[in-house]
């Protein structure tokens, strides 16, 4: 990697941008965790994984099939049980 590819990636607005919402994501992580339990938090964040899976099909257009139907709605209900 040349010092003219490491320039552009340090002066790049996306890039700036990704670590300003890494930021802000984490202080609101710190914030949630000091008001809820862990054991119940950390669970949460594989709500992630069906978020990434419908931003896939709405911006991709890639397929959802049932099994991947299936296994969202598996860990939906794991969340579920998990935050009683």
């Known amino acids: 990697m040349s010092i003219q590819q490491i320039n552009l990636i340090i002066k790049s607005p996306l890039i700036w941008a990704g670590l300003l919402l890494y930021g802000v994501a984490t202080l609101i992580w710190f914030k949630l965790l000091s008001s809820v339990q862990f054991s119940v938090?950390?669970?949460l964040q594989s709500i992630a994984y069906i978020v990434a899976?419908?931003?896939?099909?709405?911006?991709?257009?890639?397929?959802?099939?049932?099994?991947?139907?299936?296994?969202?709605?598996i860990i939906l209900i794991g969340v579920y049980i998990i935050s009683k």
Do not use: C, R, V
């Not at 899976?53 to 709605?73: C, P, Q, R, V």
């Open 41 to 43: 938090l950390y669970p």
């Open 53 to 73: 899976m419908i931003a896939a099909w709405y911006f991709f257009d890639e397929n959802i099939s049932w099994t991947k139907i299936i296994g969202a709605l």
